[in-house]
């Protein structure tokens, strides 16, 4: 499974931005998705979640309620609209592909995914 991010950019603190992630060479549908983001020097970090068909949503305490992901399978894609940004929110969004046996599972850790994207740049400036 290829995935390719974009959607991401510079935006002021308080803005939106949304972020798409597109995937090709498997079965979409088959994959729960999820979201991580990975700040300068730190580790890669769980945003949010979606189980296969889209049931299912999780999120880092950091975006619940600032955030929703969403997928799009007859496009093979999956979102994440990330609202009242904040310079914390500052990093490489990173978009992965799990096969999670349950279709209502969600993947939280780095390990419960397979497939990655290269990464969007998010900036978030005051």
């Known amino acids: 499974v290829h995935l390719v991010e974009s959607g991401g950019g510079l935006v002021q603190a308080g803005g939106s931005l949304t972020l798409s992630c597109s995937a090709s060479?498997?079965?979409?549908?088959?994959?729960?998705m999820g979201w991580f983001r990975q700040a300068p020097g730190k580790e890669r970090l769980f945003v949010a979640s979606?189980?296969?068909?889209?049931?299912?949503?999780y999120y880092a305490g950091s975006a619940k309620g600032r955030s929703i992901i969403s997928r799009d399978d007859a496009k093979n894609t999956v979102y994440l609209q990330m609202n009242s940004l904040e310079l914390e929110d500052t990093a490489v969004y990173y978009c992965?592909?799990?096969?999670?046996?349950?279709?209502?599972?969600?993947?939280?850790?780095?390990?419960?995914?397979?497939?990655w994207g290269q990464g969007t740049r998010v900036a978030v400036s005051s």
């Open positions: 992965a592909a799990g096969l999670l046996g349950s279709s209502q599972a969600v993947g939280v850790l780095v390990r419960h995914y397979t497939y």
């Open positions: 979606i189980s296969r068909y889209g049931a299912v949503t």
């Open positions: 060479g498997g079965t979409f549908r088959d994959y729960a």
